[in-house]
C-alpha cells in the first residue's frame, strides 16, 4: 500500500514585456522554472481515473491556493469512506496555504469523526498552529481522540494548551490511559514533577498501555530512577513497552541500546522493526544519523521499516543528503515515492534538481509525490497566469 504521507524565502520574478502582443514573460531561477512544471504536472494528474492520484495531485495545487483542488479535498472530507477521507485530511495537514487551514476547522467543526481522525493525523504530522483544534478536541472527545490530541501535542512542542491538559490530568473522571499521556504531555513542554507520576506509571502491573507511556515519558527523565525503570520496561514481553524502553535508553545514552536499535530495524520481525525505525525521531539527531548510517551500510530493510525510517527523517535536524542517496536509487517504488516526500516534507531546495526527472516517471503516484513535493517547497513564489 502506498505511503501517502503528506505535509520563506521569497525571491521576486523578473519580468520584461515582449513584442506587440503584450504577453508577458518570466525571468525565472532553476527553482521557479522546477515550479511550474510542477504544477502542470499536478494538473495533469487532476484528470486521473484514480481517486489518491487526484487527492495528491489536489494536495500540491492547493499549496498556491487552486480553488479547484480544495473543492476536490472539502468533496472527499465529506465521503463515506475513511480511506480516502483520511488521504485528503493527510493532505491538508501538510499544506501551507491559509485556505487549505480554514478548511480544515472548517470540517473539524461540522463533524467530531473528521475532528479525531485530524488529531490522528497531527500525532505523525506536527504543526503548530493546531492548538485550539487539539485543545477542543480534548474536550468531549472520546479517549482515541484524547490520546491522538495529546501525543499531537507532544510533537509540536507547544505550551500554550498546557492549561487545557492539566485539566484533563486532573479531572476526576478522566481515565488512567488519558492521564498517562496527559502526564507526559506536560513533562515534555517541561514540567518536571511530571517525572515522579511516569515513574509510577512504569510500575503499573495490569495496564500495558500505560507502561508503553511510561517507557516513551522517562526518555525525557535522566536520572538513575529512570535508568532503572526502563532497564526493567525494556525486558518485558509486551513488545510495545519493551521497544519503547530501548528507544529511551539510547535517547539518555545508552550505546547498548543503540545497538539493539540496530539490530531491531535491520533483522528484526516487521512489527518490531517498522515501530522502531519510527523511534529514530525521538533520538538527538547524531545519534539518529549514525544509526541511520549503519543501517545503510549494513542491511536490507524490509519496506515498512525503511518507509517508517524515512518518514523520521522529516523531523530528524541534520544532513539527509546520505539518505536521500539511498532512497531516490532504490528498486523499490513506495521507497522512492517516500524519498521525494522527504525532500518536500525538509523544504530542502538543494535537492529540487534531483526531483525533476520524477516529474516525468512512467508511475503516477512518483510523479505526483514529485510534483507535491516541489511546489510544497516553493509554491509561495507562483504567480497565476504567468507564462513560462
Known sequence: MRHLTLKALV???????LGASGTVHATETDADSSLYRAVDVARQMMNSQDIYDRILAAGALSDIGDAQALVLLERCIAIDDIVIRRSAID?????????????????????TEV??????????IPRDDMGDLLASALDG???FVKKHALQALVRSGSTSEDAAVRALVEAKE???????????????????SMGKLMLAAADEATNPDIREVAAVALGLVDSKESRTALDKLAAEGDKRVALAAVASKAALGDQDAVGQIIQIIGYGPTMEATVMAGSLKRLPPAMASQITDAL???CPLKNDAATRLLESWGWIAGDASRVYDWG??????????????????RKDEG??????PFLKDEDPGIRGMAAWSIVHMTGHRYVGGVAT
Open 351 to 356: 535537492a529540487i534538481e534531483r526531483l525533476l
Open 141 to 143: 472527545g472520546t479517549d
Open 11 to 17: 525571491i521576486p520574478f523578473m519580468f520584461s514585456l
Open 174 to 192: 478522566t481515565s488512567p490511559v488519558i492521564r498517562a499521556y496527559g502526564s507526559y504531555t506536560l513533562l515534555s513542554t517541561g514540567d518536571k
Open 91 to 111: 493532505t491538508l495537514i501538510t499544506g501551507t496555504h491559509p485556505n487549505s487551514v480554514n478548511l480544515l476547522f472548517k470540517a473539524a467543526s461540522e463533524n
Open 328 to 345: 531516490l536509487n532504490h528498486k523499490e517504488a513506495d521507497i522512492r515515492m517516500q524519498t521525494i516526500w522527504l525532500i518536500g516534507q
Open 296 to 298: 545503510l551500510a549494513c
Open 115 to 124: 475532528l479525531g481522525l485530524m488529531a490522528e493525523s497531527l500525532a505523525s
